[in-house]
Each structure stands twice: as C-alpha cells, then as structure tokens.
C-alpha cells in the first residue's frame, strides 16, 4: 500500500461478514444510511487497493464498508492476505460478523425458496450453513463485534449497528450486559459469560416466583444473598483491567451475557446492577434481557 499523499489519512475501514440469511445486506444498508461508502462484494485482493483510493480522495471516502462473502477456503485465504497487507501499512479495519442460528437460518432460507450458496447439488439447506459456519469459524474469532440476529427484526438490527456507529461515536468501549438462561442455551454473540447459578434461585420462594429481576424484592433478594456484592465488586474491578486490554488491541465492542438457569430471576437482577454498575464508572452501558418473559 502506498503513504497517504500529505495532508490526507486512511479512511476508516468496516469488513461485514457472517452467514448467509443473517442480515448482511441490511447491515450494508444501515451503514450507507450513516454516511458509509459500502462495496458489496468486492474481492479481498482488491480491498488494499480500494483503501488506497480512500486515502487519495481528499477526504470525500472518509469511511469505507465492505461486504464479504466468503464461500471457499481460498477466497477466506485472499481475505487473511488482504487484512494482513492492510495492517502493515498502518490500516486497523473493524470486522463486524452477523450470526444466526441454524433454526432461523434455514426458516429464512425457505421463506423465500432459495438454496443456500452452499448446499450444493441434491444437499440440505443444513449442510450448506454447515460448511458455511465452518469456512467462517476463524474470522468469526477475530470479529470485533458479533450480532446474533436470530431474535431481531430489520429494525432491530438497523438500530442496533446505528447505536456502535452513529455519527457521533465515542472512542470508548461500549458493553451490552445481557441476561439470559442457559435452559435456552448459551448467546452465541457473548464475548464474556457470567454464571449466577451459584446464587440461590428466588424460583422456590413462593412470592417471588412469579416476579422478575427487574422487580425490587426480587432484585433486593438476590443481591443480598452471600457473595453477590462481593462478585460484583470483583467483576467491575476485572472490567476496568479488560476494558483497558480492548481499547488497546482496537475492540470497542463487548457482550457481557449474565446467566441463571431460567433468564427471569437471577441473572435480571445481576445484570441490572453489573450495568448500572460499570455505568458509574463511566462505561457506556446497555442492557438486554434475551430469555425475560419465555417462562
């Protein structure tokens, strides 16, 4: 890659990727909208060059999306090239990997009578998101932001890539605290699990079965059970050393998912207050209850 002439710098760079049917194209959209030049589909060899483009523009392609759709392994090796030479010349681009479970993949699939790019001749849906999900396990591990759109509509994803990249954003990290139920299996887009199973469960007190971890006796329970407060001093303390870690390998993006065994009690209350929590210390926070109201 070339030295930006003077004056100009790299524009910023977005690499989308994930699973066929997971919301790639809506994601592109999303960031277009945002102001966001988006090539669809672009060949890896090509990114370099097209970043160099960006940087010779005088600062008219300040930010550059590119949708890749990785469907072989060669392709996938092109793309580690790319990122690679990308990197020696000073680039840092932000990988954003859209997920969904196989479940909703293959009811997307057929809702609109098209076979997966995958699947080949005379094989099953679930064969083709097999060898996809297989093709794209390394640059899913190095994702700087994971979005499981198994349970989100257009709009909802829309507004969450709106919330990471609104014109206004911060250079600060920025965690979801998520609580969920491991009887409904773990969040695929977690970056870090919390366990509250070692907390007794509110579920065999009569009153409070049938509340929630946002109510203030369930809450107020959970937290005064020996060792809750304790655990969450601890983990705020081990956030602020992680936080520092992801600010300086360039991820701003992280999933905290807090589970109990239901999603309703337990992990509500814990991930309510861990949120409220690593807010006071000035971490922008949100929280999401996946599994509250499945019971």
Not at 130 to 143: C, N, P, T, V
Not at 157 to 175: C, H
Request: hydrophobic letters at 40%.
């Amino acid at each position: 890659m070339n030295t930006p002439t003077s004056g100009a710098s790299w524009p910023e760079l977005v690499i989308i990727s994930g699973m066929s049917g997971a919301g790639r194209s809506t994601a592109a959209k999303c960031l277009e909208d945002l102001g966001w030049y988006v090539v669809d589909n672009l060949p890896p060899n090509l990114i370099p060059t097209m970043v160099d483009l960006g940087a010779r523009s005088q600062g008219a392609v300040p930010k550059i999306a590119v949708v890749v759709d990785v469907r072989s392994r060669s392709f996938f090796d092109h793309l580690r090239d790319a990122l690679a030479t990308l990197q020696t010349g000073g680039v840092r681009p932000r990988i954003v990997f859209l997920e969904a479970s196989e479940e909703v993949l293959v009811r997307r699939f057929e809702s609109v009578r098209r076979p997966h790019p995958l699947q080949g001749d005379g094989g099953r849906i679930v064969d083709g998101i097999a060898r996809e999900r297989e093709l794209l396990r390394d640059l899913r591990g190095e994702a700087d932001l994971v979005i499981d759109t198994s349970a989100l509509n257009v709009h909802e994803l829309r507004a969450k890539l709106d919330a990471y990249f609104s014109v206004e954003e911060k250079l600060g990290l920025r965690v979801t605290v998520m609580s969920f139920g491991y009887k409904y299996g773990l969040p695929v887009d977690a970056d870090l699990v919390v366990d509250c199973r070692f907390l007794p469960n509110p579920h065999w007190v009569p009153d409070l079965r049938p509340r929630t971890g946002l109510d203030r006796e369930v809450s107020e329970y959970v937290l005064r059970q020996a060792g809750a407060k304790e655990f969450l001093d601890r983990y705020v303390e081990l956030m602020k050393l992680v936080a520092e870690g992801y600010l300086r390998e360039g991820k701003r993006y992280v999933t905290i998912a807090v589970g109990c065994t239901g999603g309703k009690h337990r992990s509500v209350a814990m991930a309510c207050e861990l949120a409220s929590r690593l807010a006071g210390d000035g971490i922008e926070t949100t929280v999401v209850h996946r599994d509250l109201g499945r019971e």
